[in-house]
């Protein structure tokens, strides 16, 4: 049973830093691309970043690009995601998802797409105030 908790969400004031981790379990994070979502009040779940299996590729949403960096440990099969420079438009619940096929990697508009990912999380707040 493929089970993803995150971690670390918060307050921070805008400028701020904060950094949300995914811890899997039933599944190894360097057999499966992994990525970041977000959902803010209203809108819908959007892409915010993803990593190879290999640890090798990354992608990340134009609204984030320089700011945030997705990375993973695989001793503690865990992937986590640095938010620096934060801004109040990135306040939302932040949700962890993994794919099922492992050893693939995916062009931009599958990495984007939620269907493409077949476990999430439960998601973590993160709040930022201007």
């Known amino acids: 049973q493929v089970q993803l908790v995150e971690s670390g969400g918060g307050l921070v004031q805008a400028g701020g830093s904060l950094r949300v981790s995914c811890a899997a379990s039933?599944?190894?994070?360097?057999?499966?691309?992994m990525g970041w979502f977000r959902q803010a009040p209203g809108k819908e779940r959007e892409f915010v970043a993803a990593?190879?299996?290999?640890?090798?590729?990354?992608s990340y949403a134009d609204s984030v690009k320089g700011r945030f960096t997705i990375s993973r440990d695989n001793a503690k099969n865990t992937v986590s995601l640095q938010m620096n420079s934060l801004k109040p438009e990135d306040t939302a619940v932040y949700y962890c998802?993994?794919?099922?096929?492992?050893?693939?990697?995916?062009?931009?508009?599958?990495?984007?797409?939620?269907?493409?990912?077949?476990?999430w999380g439960q998601g973590t707040q993160v709040t930022v105030s201007s």
């Open positions: 998802a993994s794919v099922s096929n492992k050893w693939k990697w995916y062009g931009r508009t599958d990495l984007e797409s939620p269907g493409t990912y077949d476990y």
């Open positions: 039933g599944r190894t994070v360097s057999s499966y691309t």
């Open positions: 990593l190879s299996w290999s640890g090798g590729s990354t």
